[in-house]
């Protein structure tokens, strides 16, 4: 076993495990304390995805942005995605479903990881359980991965959320 692979898969899956409570910690902040975040720049004029800054990041108004002119009675909003794929992307309309969107897939992008991993050691946790059926080696393994993954989580989903995305005083 080469340590320098078994690294290479180790830092994978801690920055893609750092994502998804980053893009939680955008989330709530967009959905509950909009006005105190980074992201309140009144005077911003650019847009993201088409849509004014402002708009796109307030999710007090950004669930209307789905709509045609932002007007529900109007029906759903399209997209072209890339120029070719023309629907109601909804995770494009406001920020909490883009961040959404993103923490779902490195939340599977971490896990593939996982599994990857797995396989390079010889060992899945879905065919191989220790050294006997449903010994203790997988048991410790998930211990351990259910502690750093929950500390992970809360480190960095307060970190963003209480400090780094909020306006400075």
Same mark, same amino acid.
């Given at each position: 076993?080469? /340590?320098?692979?078994?690294?290479?898969? /180790?830092?994978?899956?801690?920055?893609?495990?750092?994502?998804?409570?980053?893009?939680?910690?955008?989330?709530?902040?967009?959905?509950?304390?909009f006005?105190?975040?980074?992201?309140?720049?009144p005077?911003?004029?650019?847009?993201?995805?088409?849509i004014p800054?402002?708009?796109?990041?307030?999710?007090?108004?950004?669930?209307?942005?789905?709509?045609?002119?932002?007007?529900?009675?109007?029906?759903?909003?399209?997209?072209?995605?890339?120029?070719?794929?023309?629907?109601?992307?909804?995770?494009?309309?406001?920020?909490?479903?883009?961040?959404?969107? /993103?923490?779902?897939?490195f939340?599977? /992008?971490?896990?593939?990881?996982?599994?990857?991993?797995?396989?390079?050691?010889?060992?899945?946790?879905?065919?191989?359980?220790?050294?006997?059926?449903?010994?203790?080696?997988?048991?410790?393994?998930?211990?351990?991965?259910?502690?750093?993954?929950?500390?992970?989580?809360?480190?960095?989903?307060?970190?963003?959320?209480?400090?780094?995305?909020?306006?400075?005083?």
């Amino acid at each position: 076993m080469d /340590i320098t692979i078994l690294l290479i898969w /180790i830092v994978l899956i801690m920055l893609t495990s750092l994502v998804p409570p980053i893009c939680s910690a955008i989330m709530d902040l967009v959905d509950f304390k909009f006005n105190e975040t980074i992201f309140n720049q009144p005077q911003k004029t650019s847009s993201v995805f088409g849509i004014p800054w402002q708009l796109w990041f307030n999710q007090a108004q950004g669930w209307l942005n789905k709509y045609k002119n932002r007007d529900p009675k109007q029906g759903p909003r399209e997209y072209k995605l890339f120029g070719l794929f023309k629907g109601q992307w909804t995770q494009f309309s406001d920020a909490w479903h883009f961040f959404k969107m /993103i923490g779902i897939g490195f939340n599977n /992008i971490c896990r593939a990881f996982y599994i990857g991993l797995g396989i390079y050691l010889g060992s899945s946790a879905a065919i191989y359980m220790g050294t006997e059926p449903f010994g203790t080696t997988i048991w410790i393994t998930m211990a351990i991965v259910f502690l750093y993954h929950a500390f992970d989580w809360n480190i960095t989903f307060n970190l963003f959320f209480d400090k780094i995305l909020r306006k400075k005083s």
